[in-house]
Every structure is written in C-alpha cells, then in structure tokens.
C-alpha cells in the first residue's frame, strides 16, 4: 500500500503564536507512520496556527475527522478552533475530496501550506483518514507532553 504525502510546508507548520513555547522546527519524516512516498519542503512562511485559525471542509462526510483535527489542536495548544462547512479562506484548514492528478488511489492524499492556510486534499475519505494523521504526528511533542 502506498500513500502519498506532498507537503509543500517550510514545516515550522506548527510555529503557533504565544502561548505556545518554542518548537523544533525540523522535520523529521522518517518516523510518520505510513511513511510518505514523497515529501517536498517549500521555502517562505509557515503556516501559523492561533486562536483564530478556523477548520472548515468541503465535503459534509469530512466532518469527523474535522472535529478530530480540532480536537488534537485543542489538545497539544489550548485553541479551540471552530469547525464549518465552507470554502477555504485565510487562516484555514481546509479538508476536501478532489481527484488528485499525482494517484488515483483511495488512500492518497497531500498537504500543501501557505502562510494564509493549510489544504489537506484527498482522493476519498480514507484518504483524508491518513493525511489527519499525518498531520497529528506533525505536532510538536513538546506540546504535547
């Protein structure tokens, strides 16, 4: 089984603003469980989570795992981000199923980052299964603990 994992982040993904402590800004992909087929590390600015960041889906069988992303953010930062149906906009997450040109696998999915929003797209639902868990990984232990 192969997954794809495209990550266009500078991966300070998780450089959250106060009052979060300074993170490890390494990425360190050999430990994400199921191990991307490839991962592409863009320059520029991370995307920062705060208070405001916002998760929204595109696709009402996303729902889940988007309360299950604001769920592990609020978790490992305190933010209690809200959760709706809609498009992408600045300082968003945004979950949606869209043919992917790279797969056409269930389980492909990539997460692609700017400094205004965090896109994570998939082929289908499992798809987007993995790409929160990958995601999950992505945070920072020393929140975390």
Known sequence: MRYLFTALLFFTLWSCSEPLPEINKTLNTSTLVPLPVEVVE?????????????????????????????????????????????????????????????????EAYQLNSSQMQL???????????????????LLPVEIKE
């Open 119 to 137: 896109n994570l797209t998939a082929n289908a639902p499992a798809g987007m299964y993995y790409a929160v868990q990958t995601l999950r990984q």
């Open 42 to 106: 863009g320059e520029g600015f991370a995307f920062s989570i705060n208070e405001n960041t916002q998760i929204t889906y595109g696709d009402a069988e996303l729902l889940a795992q988007a309360e299950i992303l604001a769920e592990e953010i609020k978790m490992v930062s305190g933010y209690d981000l809200s959760v709706s149906e809609g498009v992408p906009g600045q300082n968003t997450i945004h979950l949606s199923l869209d043919g992917l040109s790279v797969s056409d696998s269930p």
